[in-house]
T-cell receptor, first 119, second 113 residues
Framework: AQSVTQLDSQVPVFEEAPVELRCNYS??????LFWYVQYPNQGLQLLLKYLSGSTLVKGINGFEAEFNKSQTSFHLRKPSVHISDTAEYFCAVSPKGGSGGTSYGKLTFGQGTILTVHP | ETGVTQSPTHLIKTRGQQVTLRCSSQSGHNTVSWYQQALGQGPQFIFQYYREEENGRGNFPPRFSGLQFPNYSSELNVNALELDDSALYLC????????????FGPGTRLLVL
């Protein structure tokens, strides 16, 4: 089974400031890691994903995340935020192929972090 | 644009009724999953369909059921609606050869009164 903890429910920040949204996970098997963004009254948009290889992954809209296996973390960062980044962000994991049985492809989400960018 | 569409966008039902939600994805998206997102929560996995067969289920009762059709469309059916079924229902599909990555539709918001 997997679980995901997003350490901050709300993160307020000023425009052009850097931001980090924190995510820790727990799993008995190897996992893929994802960040999704949800704008008000919309579905989820994939920001970035870690499948294998380099632990630093870059996504859309200038976001990046670093996978830290020893700390089971996958924190999301952006060096300079914009008003349009205001949204809710979700960290998620899914079991890797061959290790998840019928759970393969099943996403387990955190509770979400609301990022509010102030002018 | 993910190419995943859902209908209807909003729906109001009363307790005890039945509801059918629909999802349509692109050619080549042969895996579809459904998620329930209650207000203020992260999405929770309901079930997944692959080649028209259920391929994994979350912690949801049997009154939640689904279908996947050969034309890349899918349905989520919920019987005997309860107040706690009020939520945003999200459909997600995966591309052949990349099926660890799921692309979400805009969702259907269901309100049960």
């Amino acid at each position: 089974a997997q679980s995901v903890t997003q350490l901050d429910s709300q993160v307020p920040v000023f425009e052009e400031a850097p931001v980090e949204l924190r995510c820790n996970y727990s799993s008995s098997v190897s996992v893929y890691l994802f960040w999704y963004v949800q704008y008000p009254n919309q579905g989820l948009q994939l920001l970035l994903k870690y499948l294998s290889g380099s632990t630093l992954v870059k996504g859309i809209n200038g976001f990046e995340a670093e996978f830290n296996k020893s700390q089971t973390s996958f924190h999301l960062r952006k060096p300079s935020v914009h008003i349009s980044d205001t949204a809710e962000y979700f960290c998620a994991v899914s079991p890797k192929g061959g290790s998840g049985g019928t759970s393969y492809g099943k996403l387990t989400f955190g509770q979400g972090t609301i990022l509010t960018v102030h002018p | 644009e993910t190419g995943v569409t859902q209908s209807p966008t909003h729906l109001i039902k009363t307790r005890g009724q039945q509801v059918t939600l629909r999802c349509s994805s692109q050619s080549g998206h042969n895996t579809v999953s459904w998620y329930q997102q209650a207000l203020g929560q992260g999405p929770q996995f309901i079930f997944q369909y692959y080649r028209e067969e259920e391929n994994g289920r979350g912690n949801f009762p049997p009154r939640f059921s689904g279908l996947q059709f050969p034309n890349y469309s899918s349905e989520l059916n919920v019987n005997a609606l309860e107040l706690d079924d009020s939520a945003l229902y999200l459909c997600a599909s995966s591309v052949v050869g990349e099926w660890e990555t799921q692309y979400f539709g805009p969702g259907t918001r269901l309100l049960v009164l």
